[in-house]
């Protein structure tokens, strides 16, 4: 069996190890689908919340992906390159940049969008109860509470 090195380690009665796995899958499919457009998902996940933000810069990415600081210089650098955004000074803050899409990342976004649709499709996650979904909303709320009461 394929997974046969991991067998005992992971759990199928602990929610943590199938969050985990069910998360590590789901990332490994995004990147997949994302790598025909020579994009990471890091990347794209960038270009999504430079879509929905409003004058951000790179900390606030930072802050918002829970990414290290090295990890989004890097996903920025390679993005500007690409011609998917652009920095440009901020006038309240000249030590900051603010991100903006170009006309590339915007046309890209209901790409980004119809990629994650169709792992959800595949997937089956339409067919789940509507209470699942609302305690595991609750669930993840209070996940990160905790974490946000520890800073």
């Known amino acids: 069996m394929k997974y046969e090195k991991t067998m005992g380690f992971y759990e199928s009665n602990r929610l943590g190890d199938i969050l985990f796995i069910f ?49 989004i210089t890097k996903a920025v650098k390679k993005l500007e390159n690409c011609g998917w955004i652009t920095r440009e000074k901020s006038s309240k803050d000249r030590r900051h940049y603010l991100l903006k899409l170009t006309e590339k990342g915007e046309k890209f976004i209901p790409v980004l969008y119809e990629i994650n649709s169709e792992w959800e499709t595949k997937m089956g996650l339409s067919e789940l109860n509507p209470e699942f979904m609302e305690i595991f909303n609750e669930l993840t709320l209070k996940a990160i509470d905790l974490n946000l009461k520890k800073e």
């Open 23 to 71: 998360h590590k899958n789901h990332k490994k499919y995004l990147n997949d689908e994302l790598l025909k457009y020579d994009l990471s998902l890091i990347q794209a996940l960038c270009i999504l919340m430079i879509h929905e933000g409003h004058e951000l810069n790179q900390n606030d990415l930072v802050q918002g992906l829970y990414l290290t600081k090295g990890a």
